[in-house]
């Protein structure tokens, strides 16, 4: 079973920055991709960014694209989202997630491993 532990967030000043890390835990993981989403109460789940694994090439979502950065620590297996100019819009529940197939990366359900979520929090 493979689980992701998410790390980061909490509640910043807008303009500031933040960043988020994901790290699956369990049995040996190569995924295909792993990505970000947030969620805030009544609305879907949007797509933030993702990371293609084996090359880091990187998608990110219009809404935070030209301020944020998803890259990757092999060594650790880990997953990192560094947010820059944060707005308070920005505010909502960010969840890792992780993927062992090729397609739409920016489709929530695209990915079969979800982390736990971690509340991030744009003070004005």
């Known amino acids: 079973q493979v689980e992701l532990v998410q790390s980061g967030g909490g509640l910043v000043q807008a303009g500031g920055s933040l960043s988020l890390s994901c790290a699956p835990s369990?049995?040996?993981?190569?995924?295909?991709?792993m990505g970000w989403f947030r969620q805030v109460p009544g609305k879907e789940r949007e797509f933030v960014a993702a990371i293609k694994w084996s090359d880091g090439s990187a998608s990110y979502g219009d809404s935070v694209a030209g301020r944020s950065t998803i890259s990757r620590d092999n060594a650790k297996n880990t997953a990192l989202l560094q947010m820059n100019s944060l707005k308070p819009e920005d505010t909502a529940v960010y969840y890792c997630?992780?993927?062992?197939?090729?397609?739409?990366?920016?489709?929530?359900?695209?990915?079969?491993?979800w982390g736990q979520g971690t509340q991030v929090t744009v003070s004005s």
């Open positions: 997630a992780a993927t062992l197939l090729y397609g739409e990366v920016w489709r929530a359900d695209m990915y079969e491993y």
């Open positions: 369990g049995r040996t993981f190569s995924p295909y991709y």
